[in-house]
């Protein structure tokens, strides 16, 4: 295998999502004391001993009863051993063996691939010294870890990586699109994810606020290396409750800035809310492409609006978003989908666009000549230099005289001149103005 997969699993609240932040060395992953905070799989690129792994965090392995979403969660996780090459099953010292963490093993041995077991929560000798009964689960000596404090965990590792011979494989980041998909609470955002993922990835649920965590999958579509991320429901600043929402508007805004373009996902029966506009104030701020999806488009005829009335209401609202392009689908019968990808492809050829800095130039001072920039007293703007510092997104750079005179709406007119010019459709530009 080029470069394998290690699923983290156990019962609920044994410290998975804390030893996976600590491998992945970074907070990725929801860790909370409420039981069953982890409900989808997340995943994450991580480098031990200069070998690359790709973990997943999954939720806990309870035994199913009622709740059809407690049901959910135990397929999602049931789902992510399976895509394992590997396993580190995570038990608690402090509670000691349980009947849940015999299913687990039982679980895992029935998989029959490598698989280490963590003793959570040691964290003292007694602790480390109490591990030992967990030599009844039937999956080798149990390794003492304190994931919070970080001790054992190199040994956790060890005896992975012992387990698990690889090569490493070659960086698959060059030329990934990567598209975040957010919109308020409940619009069908794990939906669409998993109608473009082809396959039931993420947890959906009529609940707002099931997704908690940012989750990932890779696809190829035309051609071209995609990776979707799931994000949690974003509500306006300030109404986010506190503890775990608060954390997983953090993961979202993290999935926004490392995305290269937002899907932001609408309702089509009540599309174009002040909630929406607050969403897409986010993306906005990251400085991302946007495309615009109408989700739950079949209702339509129910609404009265044809595309090109919803189309034009859409954009009157979200002028500030660069001329995103807006596309109408249906997540749960897969209408429209490929309009989305298509779209969300080409933004990013704008997002990642680089012009001659000539061309650039002459479009400036063509604009500068027609409508001059202001002037105070005996100071003139003079331009001096053009140049595209930066892409994704396009980075202008305009070196001149007494740049401190240039207002806000002339910056505005100068970037649609741009946009007239070069398209960079849904992308945003950034202008940055230097004294020479």
Request: net charge neutral.
């Amino acid at each position: 295998m080029s470069i394998p997969i290690v699923a983290i699993a156990g019962r609920a609240n044994v410290g998975k999502s804390t030893l996976f932040n600590r491998l992945a060395g970074r907070c990725i992953a929801v860790v909370s004391d409420v039981p069953g905070t982890t409900r989808d799989r997340v995943s994450a690129d991580a480098l031990w001993d200069d070998r690359r792994l790709i973990l997943l965090d999954t939720g806990g392995l309870e035994p199913v009863g009622r709740d059809p979403l407690q049901r959910d969660v135990r397929t999602q996780a049931e789902r992510a051993l399976a895509d394992a090459d590997a396993v580190i099953l995570v038990v608690d010292a402090a509670e000691g063996l349980t009947p849940g963490d015999l299913d687990a093993a039982d679980l895992v041995r029935r998989l029959g691939k490598p698989a280490v077991l963590a003793v959570n929560k040691a964290d003292n000798p007694a602790r480390e010294q109490a591990a030992v009964e967990f030599h009844s689960l039937g999956l080798g000596d149990p390794v003492p870890v304190s994931a919070y404090h970080g001790t054992g965990v190199a040994d956790v590792m060890e005896a992975l990586l012992e387990r698990l011979p690889f090569e490493a494989g070659p960086d698959e980041e060059d030329g990934v699109v990567r598209m975040a998909i957010v919109g308020r609470p409940n619009v069908g955002k794990s939906t669409l994810f998993n109608a473009l993922a082809g396959e039931e990835r993420a947890v959906v649920h009529p609940l707002p606020g099931t997704t908690r965590d940012a989750v990932d999958v890779r696809a190829r579509h035309g051609g071209r290396d995609l990776l979707f991320i799931d994000t949690a429901g974003l509500r306006r600043r300030g109404r986010a409750e506190r503890g775990i929402e608060q954390y997983s508007v953090l993961r979202t805004l993290q999935a926004i800035e490392r995305s290269h373009v937002a899907l932001l996902l609408m309702d089509a029966a009540e599309f174009a809310t002040a909630q929406d506009t607050h969403v897409a104030g986010f993306v906005s701020e990251a400085a991302r492409g946007a495309v615009i999806v109408v989700n739950k488009w079949d209702l339509a005829p129910k609404l009265g609006l044809t595309e090109q009335q919803a189309a034009e209401r859409i954009r009157e609202r979200f002028r500030f978003l660069h001329e995103a392009p807006v596309r109408f689908a249906s997540a749960l019968s897969r209408q429209g989908l490929e309009g989305v990808l298509q779209a969300a492809v080409r933004v990013y050829d704008e997002f990642t666009k680089r012009v001659p800095d000539a061309e650039i130039e002459r479009v400036i001072l063509d604009a500068m000549a027609q409508h001059p920039a202001p002037s105070q007293g005996r100071r003139r703007v003079q331009l001096r230099q053009v140049l595209q510092a930066a892409t994704g997104p396009p980075t202008i750079e305009l070196h001149m005289d007494h740049p401190q005179l240039i207002h806000f709406s002339y910056r505005r007119y100068l970037e649609n001149r741009l946009r007239a010019a070069f398209g960079f459709e849904g992308a945003p530009i950034r202008l940055e103005l230097r004294g020479s």
